[in-house]
């Protein structure tokens, strides 16, 4: 029989057999600007069923990968605790197989969904164009402009680290620096490439990490299928060498967010590139 199975990758693993599972959660009842992202997982496993499996750069084979994919969750559309309660148990539930979580949104507000599942001593590196941590957003304290916020008040601001940042209220800096909240702005991030790098590996070494790349913080001149594109970001090369520093610690789960693709056709590929890199490098 000849066929593709309309999974991320092609894979047709179990969860029993998986070491990192793939979960879209097609939720975004929060933008703030361009909507769409919940066409974001399907969108990413198009694009990856037609990129090769052998990395020539890592020198490594994805088919070496251990993968499942579990589909949509059934989200609840317009009701964030419903959706956040089934995202919640059926992370939970990956975890409990013994698999790593590898969520594709969907609005960035799904990371927030990833943490409570996960157990808490735990480094938050996130990719991101903007820094996420306005107290509430036109009222909603669960908006993807508040999930750094949201996820500081979880984990601890002291445990996260946001990168490629561009965008932020002057009132988000001073709370963010009063916490505690690590930052390397897409500014210094050229300015010192080196001491970004060394910052970055500092922070992770030898720790359990969660990777977030909301997919804005690379440069929209890249990737303009996102939902709030800003510019000045990182290009795709430069967040892939940056992405060097999985090897020395344990992944425990990753996101992909706020891919739009109805604005752009290449910006999946990019989405799903990030995605076999980071799980291709990554130590669990």
Do not use: W
Request: aromatic share 10%.
């Amino acid at each position: 029989m000849y066929r593709v199975p309309q999974t991320f990758a092609r894979r047709e693993e179990t969860l029993a057999e998986a070491k990192f599972a793939v979960l879209g959660i097609p939720f975004d009842s929060s933008e703030s600007y361009r909507t769409g992202s919940r066409l974001g997982p399907n969108a990413i496993r198009e694009a990856s069923r037609d990129i090769e499996d052998y990395d020539l750069e890592d020198g490594s084979d994805l088919l070496n990968l251990s993968i499942c994919d579990l589909g949509d969750l059934e989200v609840s559309f317009g009701n964030y605790s419903e959706t956040e309660k089934r995202a919640v148990e059926t992370i939970t539930e990956i975890i409990g197989a013994g698999a790593v979580p590898v969520c594709l949104g969907g609005e960035h507000t799904i990371t927030y969904f990833a943490a409570k599942a996960l157990k808490k001593d735990i480094f938050y590196v996130v990719f991101d164009a903007h820094l996420d941590y306005r107290d509430g957003y036109i009222e909603n304290r669960f908006s993807h402009a508040s999930v750094t916020r949201r996820l500081a008040e979880l984990v601890g601001a002291e445990n996260i680290l946001v990168v490629g940042v561009r965008s932020a209220s002057s009132e988000e800096l001073a709370e963010a620096k009063k916490d505690g909240l690590h930052y390397i702005s897409a500014i210094d991030f050229y300015r010192d490439r080196a001491g970004a790098q060394k910052k970055i590996e500092s922070l992770t070494a030898g720790r359990s990490v969660y990777l977030s790349i909301d997919l804005d913080a690379v440069d929209p001149s890249e990737a303009r299928g996102v939902c709030n594109p800003e510019p000045g970001g990182l290009y795709y090369r430069d967040l892939v060498e940056t992405l060097d520093f999985l090897k020395d610690c344990q992944i425990t789960g990753m996101d992909l967010t706020e891919l739009a693709p109805a604005y752009d056709h290449y910006s999946p590929i990019i989405a799903a590139k990030l995605v076999f890199k980071a799980l291709s490098r990554a130590r669990i």
